[in-house]
């Protein structure tokens, strides 16, 4: 199973978590990191580089960017920590990458599959 870290500002990671445990019930390897106001930004990027070294073929979401949680992600990336990401969270791609997870061979194969699924992630309600 490829292991997920989300990691965005406040309190928006948690939310994710826990609405995905309530459309689908108990939820296992995923990581989840906000980046809020009375946060050391330096604190919060060690942070994100140890869940990351500590997890095999990683696959992390971001929140916006150019934000501090994506800068941190990207500074993880520069050093060759094997990993990737996807910027631009939302639920029903988080809600895919879990559904879709174990049938992965790789947290490169799974970004591909979501980046794939991302079209069908927003919609016009108007124009179904």
Known sequence: MIPILIATHGELAKAYFDTAELLAGSI????????HHEDSVDEFAHNVEKIITENKHLLIFVDILGGSPCISVAKSIQKGID?????????PLFLEAL??????????????????????????????
């Open 28 to 35: 296992k390897d995923v990581y989840t990191i906000g980046l």
């Open 83 to 91: 990993c990737e990401c996807i910027v631009g969270v939302n639920l």
């Open 99 to 128: 559904t879709r997870r174990e049938s992965a061979q790789s947290a490169s194969q799974l970004k591909e599959i979501i980046l794939e699924f991302k079209d069908e992630s927003i919609l016009d309600l108007k124009e179904l």
